[in-house]
Every structure is written in structure tokens, then in C-alpha cells.
């Protein structure tokens, strides 16, 4: 990957509705080698897809939720059992494995606390595996991006 490929990729984190002439030209491509690099890097599964950006407010999703999730085992099996049920359900936003006291880190949204405790009760302690959950509850986004940092 080399600067143009970064620049191409910063542009479109900027406006992924950009058509093809402008990410070009802001790029300093032509359009038709700027369509080729951005094929190449879906090819290459650098870009892994479009999407747009929903404020969870706007539809009705104005709860964020952090869950640390430990479990019963650490085994392989165990492990892509509950990946396999957390991916899905539609409320789990991200779910990392992670390194520490919990094994997974995990960011559901719903739309208040009552529909939390629902899905508390109805799903998350019915995940396979599950020993312990602990939850928090966001307050307020302090910051939050969608960009990376390229």
C-alpha cells in the first residue's frame, strides 16, 4: 500500500458517498486509475465494505451498554462457541476477546433500560458458556470515531 492508496482510503472515510471523479481528483488520479485502486483494494480486502453512519438516538437505540464477559473455559471449541451466538444477535455492536480478568469485551445498544434488562435476561446470560457478566452503562460519547487513524 503506498501514499495514494492511503490518501484514496482517507477520502472515502471522509465521504464514502464520494463518487469516483472526486475521491480522482482529490487523490490527483485519473478516475480510471483511481477505480482500479479502489477494486484492487477490495480485492486485497483492505476495504471491507460500505455502510452509513446512524446516530442509535435517531432510531430509538439512545442506550450503550459495555459488558465484560467472562467464561466457564478458555477452550478453542468454547470460544467460537460464544463468538458464534454473540455475532448473531443484532443488539452486540463489537466483541473483542480480550486479555485480563474478563475474556470478552462487548458494546450492545438498545433502546432504554427496561429493553437492557429484557435482553440481559433473555440472551445474554443464555450465551453458551457464560460464567459471570458484568455491565456499565454509558452515560454520555465523549468521543467516538469511524475513521482510522491512516
Not at 477490495?42 to 459488558?67: C, I, S
Not at 462487548?106 to 455491565?135: C, G, N, Q, W, Y
Amino acid at each position: 500500500m503506498d501514499a495514494t492508496d492511503r490518501a484514496i482510503l482517507r477520502a472515502l472515510q471522509k465521504n464514502g458517498r464520494a463518487p469516483n471523479a472526486v475521491i480522482a481528483e482529490q487523490v490527483n488520479l485519473s478516475e480510471s486509475a483511481c477505480s482500479r485502486r479502489l477494486r484492487d483494494l477490495e480485492k486485497q480486502g483492505v476495504l471491507t465494505g460500505y455502510t452509513a453512519l446512524v446516530d442509535p438516538k435517531a432510531v430509538g437505540l439512545g442506550l450503550t451498554v459495555f459488558l465484560t464477559i467472562t467464561l466457564k473455559s478458555q477452550a478453542e471449541t468454547v470460544l467460537a462457541e460464544f463468538e458464534a451466538a454473540a455475532a448473531g444477535m443484532a443488539e452486540v455492536m463489537e466483541c473483542y476477546l480480550m486479555t485480563g480478568e474478563a475474556d470478552y469485551l462487548m458494546r450492545v445498544v438498545v433502546a432504554d433500560v427496561a429493553a437492557f434488562e429484557m435482553l440481559h435476561s433473555a440472551k445474554l446470560t443464555r450465551l453458551p458458556h457464560v460464567s459471570r457478566i458484568t455491565s456499565s452503562v454509558a452515560l454520555r460519547t465523549a468521543a467516538r470515531r469511524a475513521g482510522l487513524p491512516i
